[in-house]
């Protein structure tokens, strides 16, 4: 069963950059047609899409976060990562991980909480 | 790029059918057959409910079902269950390697 699990800093200064890593178990993150996403929700808010990878490196990223985000894979650590810049109070959120493919999130990390705050 | 647009709220008695309606434009829901739904209860990560307008993944109730008509996808449950309450949001393929979901709707059972 595969299994996404995020993992980083709880709390981040405003300016600063968040960083989050998500691991990948039971299955490869290598295989074909598997992309890999960032997804996070402000609380009490709803969803919004960050960006996506895949394994060769390919980055595809949503318009209103592009300008601060980099999404990066380590396949040899069974990883992705995500990198937000220059953070406000307004990127406190649930960051979510997800498994990207045929159009559709399939898997789901537990979500991991961040807050921007001095 | 703007978020789909749902109805924030819908509500429904137990045994009832409601709809969730999913309004994009013709660059997103209009053009493209890859509109997934999910279903949030609280503190949960979203579960997929609906794929590619009205595909269902194994182990989702046949009572979840989609369509789409023009740039408005749906989600219809029938038979409602206490179990169904929770927070659903539309997805929508937006072209050049993009994606939008929805503001989410939250779902009352009565």
């Known amino acids: 069963q595969l299994q996404l699990q995020e993992s980083g800093p709880g709390l981040v200064k405003p300016s600063e950059t968040l960083s989050l890593t998500c691991s990948v178990s039971g299955g490869s993150i290598s295989t074909n047609g598997h992309y890999w996403a960032w997804i996070r929700q402000p609380p009490g808010k709803g969803l919004e899409w960050i960006g996506t990878?895949?394994?060769?490196?390919?980055?595809f990223y949503g318009p209103s976060l592009k300008n601060r985000v980099t999404i990066s894979v380590d396949t040899s650590k069974s990883q992705f990562s995500l990198r937000l810049s220059s953070v406000t109070a307004a990127d406190t959120a649930i960051f979510y991980c997800?498994?990207?493919?045929?159009?559709?999130?399939?898997?789901w990390g537990q979500g991991t909480l961040v807050t921007v705050s001095s | 790029q703007s978020a789909l647009t749902q109805p924030a709220s819908v509500s429904g008695s137990p045994g009832q059918s409601i709809t969730i309606s999913c309004t994009g434009a013709s660059s997103d829901v209009g053009s493209y057959n890859f509109v997934s739904w999910y279903q949030q209860h609280p503190g949960k990560a979203p579960k997929l409910m609906i794929y590619?307008?009205?595909k269902r993944p194994s182990g989702v109730s046949n009572r979840f079902s989609g369509s789409k008509s023009g740039n408005t996808a749906s989600l219809t449950i029938s038979g409602l269950q206490a179990e169904d309450e929770g927070d659903y949001y539309c997805?929508?393929?937006?072209?050049?390697?993009?994606?939008?979901f929805g503001g989410g709707t939250k779902l009352t059972v009565l």
């Open positions: 590619e307008v009205n």
């Open positions: 997805f929508s393929y937006a072209g050049s390697s993009t994606w939008v």
């Open positions: 990878i895949y394994y060769d490196g390919s980055t």
């Open positions: 997800a498994r990207h493919q045929n159009q559709l999130f399939d898997y």
